[in-house]
């Protein structure tokens, strides 16, 4: 079965920043896009970011946009996430996710898009 792992999690004080990786962890696979997500303590799971494979094309939620970037490095086979400027309000449980069918029935924000997720790292920003 194909898994994704995530590291790089945290703690860090607000106005700080974290990359977050995401890799295979065991044979590469193809993807058609790979996204991250987000869970705070009692709240529903989020958006938070993804990217094209194949052509780099991203998407962020407004909440992060202007602060997160999503990579990819394909020798690597890595998908990152840069966070500059972290607040409180970003500390949650993040999730990597990764297409690998491709069927495009639902946007890259949906998380009915993904079918490969891993267990998530915990990021705490500290006021």
């Known amino acids: 079965q194909d898994q994704v792992v995530e590291s790089g999690g945290g703690l860090v004080q607000t106005g700080g920043s974290l990359r977050l990786s995401c890799a295979p962890s065991?044979?590469?696979?193809?993807?058609?896009?790979w996204g991250w997500f987000r869970q705070a303590p009692g709240k529903q799971r989020q958006f938070v970011a993804s990217?094209?494979?194949?052509?780099?094309?991203?998407n962020y939620a407004d909440s992060v946009k202007g602060r997160f970037t999503i990579s990819r490095a394909p020798i690597q086979n890595t998908v990152y996430l840069q966070m500059n400027n972290l607040t409180p309000e970003d500390t949650a449980v993040y999730y990597c996710a990764a297409d690998s069918r491709g069927a495009r029935t639902y946007a890259t924000s949906d998380e009915r898009s993904y079918d490969i997720w891993g267990q998530g790292t915990q990021v705490t920003v500290s006021s």
């Open positions: 990217i094209i494979w194949r052509d780099g094309r991203k």
């Open positions: 065991g044979r590469a696979f193809g993807t058609y896009a």
